[in-house]
């Protein structure tokens, strides 16, 4: 069995998902975890960076994935925000590597053509094939969880094991 934890990175929402895959049958990949993990914006910034750590540490020691998949970051118009969501990806990069899990990185074209087939899907299209792709609570409805599962698929369909 092959575990990936993926996270679609945060510091207000965090999409956390693991999926495995059993290597000696093709069956679909299984959700065997996913939430929106959140943090509140009262809390001072460190404090959630701290509550980011703890939650991505112990998803990590429950799950015992090998992989770590996570999105690289997009860069948008408010640079506040994406120093905060990369000091967020620090952390978990950080507690991955300290538990010796692999790291993936994928960026949103890559993961949109790898659950889509085109660079410039939209929202809705990569929900709906995540929903298609892996056995999944199909009440889930977190575009956050959504996305974490869409970048660990990307990290099952590019890596070798």
Known sequence: MTKIL?????FERLGVAVIEKDKKNNKKEKVIFSECFKTSAKLEFPLRLQL?????????KKYK???????????NTNQKTVMRVAEARGVVIYEAAV??????????????????GYGRAN??????????????DQTKKSDDELDAIAIALTAFAHLRF
């Open 65 to 75: 994935p090998e992989v770590l998949a996570i999105e690289t970051l997009f860069l």
């Open 6 to 10: 993926g996270i679609d990175p945060g």
């Open 99 to 116: 538990a010796g899990l692999r790291v993936f990185e994928a960026s949103p074209p890559q993961i949109k053509i790898a659950i889509t």
């Open 52 to 60: 980011i750590g703890k939650e991505v540490k112990k998803v990590i």
């Open 123 to 136: 929202k809705e299209q990569i929900n709906k094939m995540v929903k298609i792709l892996v056995d999944i």
